[in-house]
């Protein structure tokens, strides 16, 4: 349900993103997924490129699943609610909704799980504190 976000973000329907029947391409939401989480990310206060580049987090997409309810098209507003629904300790796992923009028309449901890890050691670490605390913080997960 919508109302389960609290962190939404707005993406528009590009031409070059729909197919032959006028709908968007499916392959194009995992770019939408990668795209609102890394908004997620800075709405926490985190720029995900410098704490890759520090070699303090980084995730690796490790399963995605995919729930097709009703198509997109051209020029449509999409409301993409992220939300970290688990932590593990070296995992965590993300739920997305998509929206008609200011409607409750879902299109799409998906999940992420993503492992933390060193991109300098290139293995998988617990999850940082900073990154607990800014998502219990936020989500209200306990």
Known sequence: MRSDFRFFYPLRVRYAEIDGQGIVFNAHYLTYLDVAITEYFRHLGMDYKQLASEGKMDMALVKTTLEFRSPAFFDDILDIGVRVSNMGNKSYTVDFEVYKESS???????????????????????????????????????
């Open 104 to 142: 409750d028309i879902l299109v799409l449901k998906a999940q992420t799980i993503y492992v933390n890890y060193n991109p300098k050691t290139r293995k998988a670490e617990p999850l940082p504190s900073f990154f607990r605390s800014a998502v219990e913080s936020f989500e209200t997960l306990s």
